[in-house]
Structure formats: C-alpha cells, structure tokens
C-alpha cells in the first residue's frame, strides 16, 4: 500500500492561514475528494479536500497551526494504484480557491507515486469581523453545506466560536432549539402571524376569502399594540388550559360607600372608581389563595410575594394593561388616582414598559360600558384575571322576600395546570363576601 503526504496546495494570495476545523482523524477511511480540514484566512474560509481515497495515518496538523502551501496535512495509506504526481490546475475555481497537491513520501521503500486529481475547493464568503450579526454569517464551508443539509438558515444561528463562528455544534443547537418549540426561524414566523396559520397545530388552513366579492370592503393594516397583543393573546387562548367560574358579588353598600366618598372628596379632583375597590379586595383574595398570584415555570409553581395588579385599559390603539405595583400597600384613593393617571397615559400612547410589566393578576373590567359576563384571556405568565362587567339592581331572597340589591358580575378565568375548580369557586366566594362587606379587609 502507498502511503501519501497530502500537502496545502496554492492557496492563492495568503502566504499563510489557520487551521480552524479537523474533519478527520487517524484511522478514517476518505474517499477522493473529501474534505479533511479546513483553513481560513483574514479574508475567508476553505476546506483541502483529498484528492485520494485510503486510510488516515497520520495527522500531520492540529486545531490552531499555522500553514501555507506545501505544508504536509497528514499522511493516507492511499488505496488503490498511485501513480506520479502531477500538476494540476485549478478548475474554475475562484482566485483564492486552492488545489490540493499530493506527493508520494520519499522515505518508505513501498511507497508509490500518486495520481493527483484537480479539486477546486469553493472559498466562503469574506468574512468582516467587524460586521454586524446580521451580515454574513461566519462559518467553515462544511458548516455551511451541514446547514444547507438540514435546512438551517445560517444568518439566524447564533455563533459561540471566536469571533462569533458558527460551529457544527451551533447549528445542531439551533435545530434542537428550533424541533423543540422554543425558538422559530425567520421563515416560520413570517409564516405563522400575528393571527397564526394554524398549520403547527395540524389545523386546516384559515378560509381565504375575497371578500370583495360580495360587498364593497376597505382594507385597513392593524396597529402595532394590535398585532403584539392579539399575538399574545392567541398564545395565551391555546396555551392555558383556561376554565372560567361566574359568579355575583352584593356591591349595595359599597357602591353607597363609593358614591358618598366621591361626593365628599368632590374637591380632591380624585374619583374613587369601583375598580379600585376591586384591586383592594382582589388583593385580599390573592393573599388567603396564593396560587392565583403565582407563575408557572417548568414543573414548579412560583409564589410571589408581592402583589402588582394589571387593569385592562382600552385604548384608542387597542387593549393595554396598565400595573399597580405593590397594591397591598396602597390606600383606595392612592390606587384611583394612579388608575386614572395610568389610564390617561395608556390613551394617549405614553405608557412605559415599567408601567405595564410585573402584574401578578389583571382585572378586565367592562363595568363602565356594559355586559353580563365574559371569558377574559389569562395575561400569561399570570395565572388567574378577574373579568368584571356592569352592576345592575336585582331581586335577591333575603330569606323572606324579594329585595332589590346591585349585584356585580364577576369572571374569574384561570389556568386548570396550577389552580382546581374548588380553589377558583372559594375564590370568588372569598371576593364576594369582601366587596358585600369591605371590613373583612381589615380581618
Ligand atoms: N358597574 C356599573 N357601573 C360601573 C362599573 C360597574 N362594574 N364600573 C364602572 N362603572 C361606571 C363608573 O361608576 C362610571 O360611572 P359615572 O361616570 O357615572 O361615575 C362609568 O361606569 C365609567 O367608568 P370608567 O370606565 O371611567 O372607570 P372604571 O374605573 O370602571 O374603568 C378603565 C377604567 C381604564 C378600566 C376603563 O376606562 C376601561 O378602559 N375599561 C375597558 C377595559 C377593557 O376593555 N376590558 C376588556 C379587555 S378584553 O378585551
């Protein structure tokens, strides 16, 4: 058998480049043409390819070395006739893609010549190191072509190697990440938007209609917050295995209580709301039942310790949850002025990030406009939100006799992986015992 030395052929330009991936190792039976290592220099990348099949028997290179033309790479046990080698030009190849030369080693007495084979090997594209992520990707040809195998866009896989080179085990992590569900390529998001297409879940495509075909229409692109939020709420609808108990709190006297505070503090320009009563005692439910002010993570259930409520404001451009932060620490006045002045800046588009992250639990209150019940969407990674809507006078048996008494509807949606049936009905028992007397706050 001849053993060869398979050596860096002219690599145009460069007088010397780096070896930056071993692709074979001692003992690897290659077939001609296969690429053993690759190199790069400060302009670009490329794989040497063998021009002879047989087993690897020594690797003359290692990650990091230094090489230039002529640098021995290892040494083949070739298989098969070897004859002389010859010089072989480059075949349309780019100016820096190089050729590989293989010579027979001198030393051994039943060493062979070589018949050497042109092989053109493609250079990568330049690589800027200074470029934005966004350009073009740093990767070894034979990264590139693992990629192109498996369908991986390159310009979306996160490099960890220096200077941001993106490896093997880059790409494999990508795809990982992206069978498992955590993350989306580009072209499966642009796919799949705001409204969704369904088609992850197995779904039928959504009706195309050409609406126009009935009717005049007018066609108008939704607004941002629009877009973010149905995005999220569509998550949240599919995600959350959400049930939804009804039931009606007896707000008689504290809707007297309200109104008469409101008619002393006249002069104080602060409206006490009833939603503010609501923040109050849902704070007080939230503390005797924990888990509706919890989060999911993984297998485990946070608790948290602090209790930030989120209200459902609508706006011009569409549905914001503006917070109160630490409302167990606030007075019923405190919380109405804030409502009003977080409302306002919701309207008028000036709400801070701040002011709308951190809520615990949310309340979706339709009270001022109208309505009986509904099945509010769970503000995800929150577990349980209040859906509120307008109070009216009804007959309720106090045991004797019809009496008339303002009954507020309350919909209470929450998530069936962290909270029972049970839980949400005393929940809502709790709540409605509070709002019927808001003295049992104090208790
Ligand atoms: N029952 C009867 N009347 C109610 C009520 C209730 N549950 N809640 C409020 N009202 C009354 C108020 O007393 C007020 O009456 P007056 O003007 O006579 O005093 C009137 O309705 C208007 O109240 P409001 O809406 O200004 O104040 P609020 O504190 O109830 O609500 C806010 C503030 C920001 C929550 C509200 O303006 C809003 O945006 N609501 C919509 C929320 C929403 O869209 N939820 C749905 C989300 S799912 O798409």
């Known amino acids: 058998m001849a053993l060869v030395e398979v050596k860096v052929p002219d690599i145009g330009d460069f007088d010397e480049v780096t070896v930056i991936e071993l692709m074979v190792k001692v003992g690897d039976t290659i077939k001609a043409e296969q690429s053993l290592i690759t190199v790069e220099s400060d302009k670009a990348s490329m794989e040497i390819p063998s021009s002879t099949a047989g087993v690897v028997k020594e690797l003359r290179v290692k990650l990091g ?59 990568a594209p330049a690589h800027n190191p200074g470029a934005p992520t966004l350009g073009l990707p740093h990767a070894s040809p034979s990264v590139r072509k693992f990629a192109r195998e498996l369908g991986v866009p390159l310009e979306e896989v996160k490099g960890n190697g220096p200077k941001g080179r993106i490896s093997q085990d880059d790409v494999q992590a990508f795809t990982k990440a992206v069978m498992a569900g955590a993350m989306q390529t580009k072209a499966q998001a642009d796919k799949a938007p705001a409204g969704g297409d369904g088609a992850a879940l197995g779904l039928i495509p959504w009706p195309k209609v050409d609406f126009a075909k009935f009717g005049p229409i007018e066609r108008k692109e939704m607004g941002r917050i629009k877009k973010i939020s149905g995005a999220n709420l569509l998550r949240n609808a599919i995600m959350i295995p959400a049930v939804t108990n009804h039931d009606d709190a007896d707000i008689t006297e504290l809707e007297a209580f309200r109104v008469s505070t409101n008619k002393e503090n006249e002069k104080s320009g602060v409206k006490v709301t009833m939603l503010a009563f609501l923040i109050k005692a849902c704070v007080a439910a939230l503390k005797k039942y924990p888990e509706f002010n919890s989060s999911l993570d993984g297998d485990a259930i946070v608790y948290k310790n ?46 801070g990030p701040a002011e709308m992250t951190g809520a615990t639990f949310t309340i979706s209150s339709l009270g001022g406009i109208g309505g009986k019940y509904f099945t509010p969407i769970i503000n995800a990674p929150e577990v349980a939100i209040l859906g509120v809507c307008k109070s009216t006078q009804e007959p309720v048996w106090d045991g004797k006799q019809f009496v008339p008494r303002l009954m507020l509807p309350l919909s209470l949606t929450w998530d069936h992986r962290v909270i029972d049936g049970a839980a949400a009905a005393r929940f809502n028992a709790y709540l409605g015992q509070i709002l019927g007397d808001f003295r049992r706050v104090l208790l």
């Open 65 to 123: 070395d230094k090489v230039k033309q002529g640098s021995v790479v290892l040494v083949l046990e070739a298989s098969g006739a070897v004859s002389a080698p010859a010089e072989v030009p480059a075949v349309a190849a780019p100016a820096t893609a190089p050729a590989v030369q293989s010579e027979p080693v001198a030393a051994p007495a039943n060493v062979a010549s070589v018949s050497v084979t042109s092989s053109t090997v493609a250079a």
């Open 306 to 351: 602090y209790w930030h409520i989120g209200f459902a404001a609508d706006t011009p451009n569409g549905l914001m949850v503006p917070v109160i932060r630490d409302a167990d620490k606030k007075g019923i006045l405190q919380i109405s002025q804030e409502m009003g002045e977080l409302a306002k800046k919701a309207r008028d588009g000036k709400l």
